[in-house]
């Protein structure tokens, strides 16, 4: 289970990368069509959709690569049962609200598909498009910290960090 959980964090990066390149692209047409007098309509909106694709996408990921912000320097201080106790604790909560965030976003979605929600903007998209990438990044994001806190109650490692802030190999 934690292979596939892997494969999925990599292809939700994967889908992030590909976002950044259309915010480039989206941004880099906005330029060119402004140097050469074009009117290309909703380009803003689609960069920004793009963006907005990319850091959800990426979330899952860079927490398994221990790039999100940690703060370990109360838990530095604390004894070893009390560390464990924090991380637990962490790892609890943070699954609790990254779940609701989740359920939040997969709710968002649907009610913008029910009710044929679109874009204010010159795209007049409907919104449940680039809604659909924010969710799926806080779906994962839920699955990695319920991961996250599967491993360590299974007492494995999760994240691919050490304490230096080198990458290392996990099972």
């Not at 999925?8 to 692209?25: H, N």
């Not at 909106?45 to 860079?62: D, E, Q, R, S, W």
Request: with cysteine.
């Amino acid at each position: 289970m934690a292979n596939l959980l892997d494969k999925f964090y990599r292809f939700l990066m994967g889908l992030s990368c590909l976002s950044m390149l259309a915010a480039f692209a989206a941004i880099m047409l906005g330029v060119a069509a402004r140097e050469f007098g074009w009117d290309v309509q909703g380009l803003d909106a689609y960069a920004g959709y793009a963006i907005a694709a990319t850091l959800f996408l990426a979330l899952p990921g860079t927490l398994k690569h221990g790039d999100h912000i940690r703060v370990t320097l109360v838990m530095q201080r604390l004894p070893a049962r009390a560390q464990n106790l924090l991380e637990y604790w962490c790892l609890i909560a943070a699954s609790a609200l990254s779940s609701y965030l989740a359920w939040f976003a997969c709710r968002l979605v649907w009610v913008s598909y029910a009710t044929h929600d679109v874009s204010p903007s010159a795209d007049a998209s409907p919104l449940w498009i680039p809604q659909l990438a924010m969710a799926l990044g806080c779906i994962g994001l839920a699955a990695a910290f319920v991961h996250a806190l599967w491993a360590h109650w299974k007492g494995k490692a999760f994240f691919d960090v050490h304490a230096e802030g080198e990458l290392a190999k996990t099972e």
